[in-house]
């Protein structure tokens, strides 16, 4: 059984149920760049899933101890080089994180908290899959300080979750779904995808009535999206499998976002619905292009290393593969494989593709802390194009901030298309700044 | 470039032999050289030591007139020309017997790949029977109809043919074309019934034929295996009895037809002529009657089939001549060459190649542009029929308008640019050379003239300002089991074809004989010809000049925009065809953008066809998180920059795929 650590100990006791209300939460009194989200990657799963391509590995056996050890090793190196002073949310992704023993969470947690400052009502999200996590373990897990569960609950369909290659059942999710609820109530999110090779419109809205009937404040709708490599883009290139219909995903989303608009939830991104406030602060962070740490096997991070004297974001990359990773970290304290520093123009395409798949958009105060010099009105005002899109009804520029409408969220990608551009040409237009003397 | 490189090694050394004479007879030759040839080459390195074994020039006056016959051999594809012409080579000894004479004359690649030829070859071959020594010139031929005119000139420097038809095929449409082309040049012709040998062969059924067709008795037909050599010394021996020797006049003055010529990097064009008068050797001051230009000869010799010098040449002899030409348009087919203060009345029938089928060329890739240019500029080094123009197109970029003698001729030239150069081309759907007769007094004194050639759709006049529209037509013959016929004449009718003639051939083979407009054989007629009658029907055509049709100028637009490279010229009747194709190829290469796309099909005013492309309606990631925004710029960088050079129609943005989609010659294989 996982003991507790004191983080998780002091935790429980400070447990509020936190809300975010309208754009994220109220600023916190550290700076941006003192405060980081932390991602923690699990790279293990039971079996491969048809439609995944993420970095994960069917091990036959896993070294727990030592992997432990390296998560920890790498969060406390990274969170050291960062500078970062408190750390607002962590995830625990995968892979599949919930055949973590709750132990090992517990002993990241316990290093961040000693590496940082952790608050007690800092987010801790874990991703769970149903079959890993019967009652007792989620129960372990929330002893370990984990307050958020986000389920990959997938389909309601027996017969598409084998499609899927999941290892649960409908019923299964469902028990799984009731047990989380119970034990971290309002702290539920659930994962259904949409547009399976072969799936109607009509079940498919059922499964989402169905859904809403029995679940918490989140929910995810994830458009499947074939990728290379997986078993189901092999089964729809030799023609086994129909591709999926783009046409009626299409008409799924919309249908599917307008029921939940129904029942009262918040489409807050692209994906992601929500009510009662309870957004995820993970998530939102990166949408926000707030700093992030990557830690673990193929993780993402993205922060300033101020530890060590940096004064540009850099954009990393740690080794992929788990043995290699854990071997570098013994050697060095962390497996970081790619460094990028990000230029200001990077920063700033960044804060407007992730920004804009929210529902707030990117406000004029977001904007000027990444941009000072140019507003919004400064760089998409005058473009013909984007009047185009703005008299299209698909963007809205006012005095807000820019931001999709309902129908322009839908086709993002496309907008994106002529706004990343207009932003470089606006950059590039930008009078440099005087240069004293001359 | 195997092959050209393979040629231009073999040239080199054969001319170090011959300079070098007997001494390096014993020479080895590099192995290495070898290695990699087509069969050809190896063919070549034997034929050089053979040759290098004449030790002398040839002295061409041991072949008095009376001595020699001037041939060619026809036949429909596939009947087996080559094989004979490669057992006519082994018996007189021009070339050894050995497994690997397959097609000798064939020289390219894809003459062996395809089993066409495509560049004419001439062999002299020597031959002694009953104690006299005859100069046997096999004149070949290029085997189709694209080249018309070029089988047209090398048979004009012949006294006769062998016509080959296979037993088990029987009479063909190209056979029935050939035969015509011998005929009206008063040829006396040889039937040949090759293939006898063959398990299904019906040699008496050809003979049938042959004398129901062209009115040849049956017993003029030699029936041969040219595979296995069965009977083809009697081939040698009609050759000599039946086909006179040259009429010509070796004490006029100097007259000579050039009926093929080619490019060598080293020694510059290289002419084949046929001696009609007088005699030519090195030295002698020559003047082209075509370019009025004067040239020295520097060599003269025979081919059999590489080039032997020998000292002279007399008339009714052919061989080849070097005489510092740069440029194979120096020596165009059918042109006269006569001694420089002694001019002749040039030969009859010189036209200049005139090119029937039009086609877009431009690189994949734009970077590619300048290595396309050399290639094309080689190739056409040895083809001085293709005609070049220089041409852009906003989709496509920079590129050529070619000119070809008809669709194989096209074919063909694409096909040695991919193998012999690794060019890869857009070639865009062929089109025809209209007319137009002009009745606006303006237009007329603009263009100097009253009948416009119209290539490219953009300066197709308007209606008012023209009394009639032409098109070229072609006389097409089709050859088919009957069982095939209802349906060929269906085609036919769709194609807007006129039937002017139909016989059985025998029981059950009929010769069709329809009137078709060029534009409406360019693209898939053939295809479709040979599919309906599971590959019985054979097709071949002839100029037939032009005729009346009523044109129209079709434009597609997109949202009410014109696209400009896509404005196309079709007969009033195919143009709602016409554009329901183009327009559901553009509905299926168009990217769905963020409203709605009208793709329609008009003349003038009035829409004949229309296709919508819906507006995009979901095209946002699903999933972005931490490890995914990395992806997901590069992506939507990489496709915002390609965006940039999307060719813009009003506010759509066009790929370059979609242009090739609808522009592309469809009958991709």
């Known amino acids: 059984r996982a003991r507790a650590g004191a983080w998780a100990a002091a935790a429980r006791v400070a447990q509020g149920r936190r809300r975010v209300e309208g754009a994220g939460r109220s600023p916190s009194p550290v700076a941006r760049s003192q405060r980081a989200a932390l991602y923690v990657h699990w790279p293990y799963c039971e079996k491969r899933c048809s439609y995944c391509n993420f970095n994960k590995y069917i091990p036959r056996g896993v070294d727990e101890a030592a992997m432990r050890s390296c998560l920890v090793t790498e969060a406390q190196t990274l969170l050291r080089l960062s500078g970062v002073q408190r750390v607002e949310s962590v995830f625990f992704g995968g892979g599949t994180p919930s055949l973590a023993s709750p132990h090992t969470v517990a002993a990241v947690l316990e290093a961040v908290a000693q590496t940082a400052h952790l608050p007690a009502d800092s987010e801790v999200t874990l991703e769970v899959n149903p079959t890993s996590a019967p009652a007792s373990r989620l129960a372990a897990f929330g002893a370990a300080g984990v307050n958020r569960l986000s389920i990959g609950l997938q389909s309601l369909d027996d017969t598409e979750l084998q499609l899927l290659g999941r290892t649960h059942s409908a019923s299964d999710a469902l028990q799984t779904l009731a047990e989380a609820r119970r034990l971290f109530p309002g702290r539920v999110s659930v994962d259904l995808m949409l547009g399976l090779p072969a799936q109607q419109v009509g079940p498919w809205l059922w499964q989402l009535e169905e859904l809403l009937r029995r679940c918490d404040d989140h929910v995810s709708l994830y458009q499947l999206s074939l990728e290379r490599g997986t078993a189901l883009f092999t089964r729809v290139q030799r023609g086994a499998l129909p591709a999926p219909d783009p046409e009626r995903a299409a008409e799924m989303y919309q249908e599917g976002r307008a029921l939940l608009r129904e029942a009262g939830f918040r489409q807050y991104e692209v994906s992601n619905f929500a009510r009662h406030g309870a957004l995820s602060t993970h998530n939102w962070t990166y949408w926000q292009c707030g700093q992030y740490i990557g830690v673990g096997p193929g993780a993402h991070g993205r922060f300033v290393p101020q530890g060590a004297g940096g004064l540009a974001r850099e954009a990393r990359i740690q080794t992929l593969e788990p043995d290699n990773w854990m071997k570098e970290v013994k050697l060095f304290g962390h497996g970081t494989r790619k460094r990028v520093s990000l230029g200001e123009l990077e920063l700033l395409e960044e804060v407007l593709a992730m920004g804009l798949r929210t529902d707030v958009g990117i406000t004029h105060q977001h904007w000027q802390q990444f941009e000072p010099q140019l507003t919004l009105g400064d760089v998409f005002g005058a473009s013909e194009e984007v009047n185009r899109l703005l008299e299209q009804g698909l963007l809205l520029l006012d005095h807000r901030g820019l931001r999709c409408s309902w129908e322009g969220l839908a086709v993002l990608d496309s907008l994106l298309l002529t706004l990343l551009p207009r932003l470089q040409e606006a950059w590039q237009q930008k009078t440099p700044s005087p240069v004293p003397g001359g | ?669």
């Open chain 2, 1 to 669: 470039m195997r092959i050209l490189a393979g040629r231009g090694w073999w040239r080199g050394r054969a001319l170090a032999a011959w300079a070098t004479g007997a001494a390096d007879r014993a020479l080895p030759w590099a192995p290495g050289a070898r290695t990699g040839g087509a069969a050809g080459d190896s063919w070549a390195l034997d034929r050089l030591c053979s040759s290098a074994a004449r030790k002398e020039k040839v002295d061409m006056s041991r072949f008095p007139v009376e001595n020699i016959r001037n041939f060619s051999i026809i036949a429909h594809v596939d009947h087996g020309k080559s094989t004979l012409a490669d057992r006519l080579l082994e018996l007189t000894g021009t070339i050894d017997k050995t497994k690997n004479n397959k097609q000798v004359l064939d020289k390219l690649q894809v003459e062996r790949e395809r089993g066409i030829t495509v560049k004419a070859q001439t062999a002299s071959l020597f031959y002694n029977c009953e104690g006299k020594q005859y100069l046997l010139n096999l004149i070949d031929t290029p085997g189709h109809v694209d080249f018309s005119y070029e089988v047209s000139r090398s048979l004009s420097a012949c006294q006769g043919v062998l016509l080959v038809v296979d037993a088990n095929e029987g009479i063909q449409a190209q056979t029935v074309a050939n035969f015509f082309l011998a005929f009206e040049a008063q040829l006396s012709v040889i039937p040949v019934i090759n293939k006898i040998d063959l398990k299904n062969a019906d040699p008496e059924r050809v003979v049938k034929q042959i004398e129901k067709v062209f009115d040849i008795p049956s017993d003029e037909c030699i029936k041969i295996s040219a595979k296995l050599g069965t009977n083809v010394e009697s081939v040698l021996q009609a050759v000599i009895e039946r086909i006179p020797p040259p009429k010509v006049h070796r004490n006029s003055p100097l007259r000579a037809l050039v009926f093929d010529s080619t490019f060598d990097q080293y020694r510059g064009v290289i002419a084949n002529v046929a001696l009609f008068d007088g005699v030519v050797s090195k030295g002698d001051k020559i003047v082209s009657a075509h370019t009025q230009k004067t040239y020295e000869v520097n060599e003269v010799g025979v081919l059999n089939p590489n080039e032997q010098p020998t000292h002279k040449l007399y008339a009714g002899q052919v061989g080849y001549l070097i005489a510092g030409m740069k440029d194979v348009t120096e020596a165009q087919i059918g042109d006269t060459l006569y001694l420089h203060k002694q001019p002749v009345e040039p030969l009859p029938g010189f036209k200049s190649a005139k090119p029937m089928v039009f086609a877009g060329m431009y690189p994949v890739d734009q970077s590619e542009y300048n290595n396309l240019k050399s290639a094309i500029e080689k190739l056409t080094l040895n083809d001085s029929s293709v005609t070049v123009h220089r041409d852009s197109s906003l989709a496509l970029g920079a590129g050529w308008r070619l000119g070809f003698l008809g669709l194989l001729h096209m074919e063909v030239f694409n096909q040695r640019l991919e193998q012999e150069y690794n060019a890869s081309v857009i070639l865009t759907t062929p089109t025809v050379p209209y007319k137009a007769v002009l009745s606006s007094a303006k237009l007329i004194k603009e263009y100097r003239e009253k009948e416009i050639t119209i290539i490219n759709p953009a300066q197709f006049p308007d209606k008012s300002k023209v009394t009639e529209y032409l098109e070229p037509v072609v006389l097409g013959t089709i050859i088919t089991p009957d069982e095939f016929t209802g349906k060929i004449m269906m085609l036919c009718q769709a194609r807007r074809a006129v039937q002017k003639n139909m016989v059985f051939i025998d029981q059950n083979r009929v010769m069709l004989k329809y009137l078709l407009p060029l534009n409406e054989i360019v693209v898939d007629f053939y295809d479709s010809l040979k599919s309906l009658s599971s590959g019985y029907a054979s097709f071949d055509y002839e100029d037939a000049g032009y005729q009346t049709a009523e044109l129209v100028k079709m434009d597609i637009l997109l949202n009410g925009n014109i696209v400009e490279e896509l404005v196309t010229i079709v007969h009033k009747d195919k143009a709602q065809t016409v554009g329901k194709a183009i327009c559901e190829r553009l509905k299926d290469s168009l990217p769905r953008q963020l409203f709605e796309i009208a793709i329609q099909a008009a003349i003038g005013s009035k829409i004949i066809a229309r296709e919508t492309v819906k507006a995009y309606r979901k095209n946002v990631l699903a999933k972005c998180y931490g490890g995914d925004i990395t992806r997901k710029m590069k992506l939507l960088k990489r496709q915002a920059e390609g965006k940039k050079k999307l060719r813009k129609v009003g506010n759509i943005e066009v790929p370059k795929d979609a242009f090739i989609k609808v522009l592309k010659t469809q009958t991709d294989k």
